[in-house]
């Protein structure tokens, strides 16, 4: 009860913090986006034609009337139709977000496990060769773009110039139960799971290994190793069972631009049709629908795991209270 009188006390207190995403990104679009008729009429258009458009488009509105709209599409959570593509906002992203997900998911999941190990003997090691090598391993990962990384790795697997395992562009997995092939699902991820594991593990590794260092400096830690305890034991019952707070912090804020931005290089690059792909299509001609309803499933999901977030606190540590 306690539980979920929180989370309703949480999301009612998000609201101010909804309104105020909303308006500044509404805003932002309004006075500072493209004008849509123009972009839908051309260079060639006349006055007459442009306000008949803008009329027909609701741009001739007052402003506080047409973010009274937007309120209202987000709190019924219909965004209307693509100025790009006369599809229905909701269709678009019900269709592309699993897409997003499933590319995402096995390297945002194996490049924080990864990491998770790698920060873990790093800072039991630390000033060693091993801590120099991991160390040294990660800033090479964060150093090196990853457009690069994606484009050598897909040179390096998915051409004829190199092993040619694996496809280069395309996405033909079924989305459903009945259609749904694990294995062509593995040939089409694989590649982009590497290229996002290669590039994560730099950036993750030195955040954990700063997290795990800290740890091996409590008391009962010391106590524990000076008892004799081993490495294995000592890092996974001692140290990261006592980091998980910052771990889970930094995991679960990093889900919703996972399933809402995906990866849009990755995604461009491979030809996966994922929400990343969608989104960025929509910045780069002014579909202002398709952005509203990026930015603002961005600011929701974001307030729901914050909140998970929260929960999980006192699941690993009963000390913490929810107030």
């Not at 909804?18 to 258009?45: C, Q, R």
């Not at 079924?174 to 991820?189: A, H, S």
């Not at 919703?256 to 910045?283: K, R, T």
Request: hydrophobic share 45%; aromatic share 12%; glycine share 8%.
């Amino acid at each position: 009860m306690d539980t979920l009188r929180y989370t309703l006390r949480k999301l009612l207190y998000s609201v101010p913090l909804i309104l105020g995403v909303t308006l500044l990104s509404f805003t932002l679009m309004v006075y500072f986006g493209p004008d849509m008729a123009y972009e839908k009429l051309g260079k060639n258009a006349t006055i007459e034609d442009l306000e008949r458009e803008r009329e027909k488009l609701g741009q001739n509105k007052p402003f506080i009337v047409r973010y009274g709209n937007f309120l209202q599409s987000v709190v019924t959570f219909d965004f209307g139709e693509s100025n790009s593509t006369n599809r229905k906002v909701t269709e678009m992203f019900s269709s592309t977000i699993p897409v997003s997900i499933l590319v995402a998911l096995p390297g945002f999941v194996f490049g924080n496990l990864i990491s998770i190990v790698f920060g873990l003997w790093a800072a039991y090691h630390r000033g060693r060769r091993l801590d120099k090598g991991i160390m040294a391993g990660a800033v090479v990962g964060m150093s090196i773009s990853f457009l690069i990384v994606v484009i050598v790795f897909q040179l390096l697997f998915c051409s004829s110039s190199g092993l040619n395992w694996f496809p280069s562009t395309g996405w033909e997995v079924g989305m459903n139960l009945q259609e749904f092939n694990i294995l062509d699902y593995m040939e089409y991820v694989t590649v982009p799971t590497l290229c996002t594991i290669f590039v994560s593990v730099g950036y993750n590794t030195r955040f954990y290994r700063a997290v795990f260092v800290e740890e091996l400096t409590r008391d009962h830690v010391r106590t524990a190793k000076a008892f004799g305890c081993g490495p294995v034991r000592l890092l996974f019952k001692h140290v990261l069972k006592n980091s998980l707070i910052p771990i889970l912090t930094r995991i679960i804020l990093s889900l919703p631009f996972v399933i809402i931005g995906g990866s849009i290089i990755i995604e461009s690059y491979f030809g996966i049709p994922g929400v990343g792909s969608v989104v960025y299509d929509a910045i780069v001609n002014g579909d202002q629908p398709v952005t509203k309803a990026a930015v603002v499933c961005t600011a929701i999901l974001y307030l729901v795991f914050l909140t998970l977030t929260d929960i999980l606190y006192q699941v690993v540590d009963p000390r913490i209270s929810l107030k």
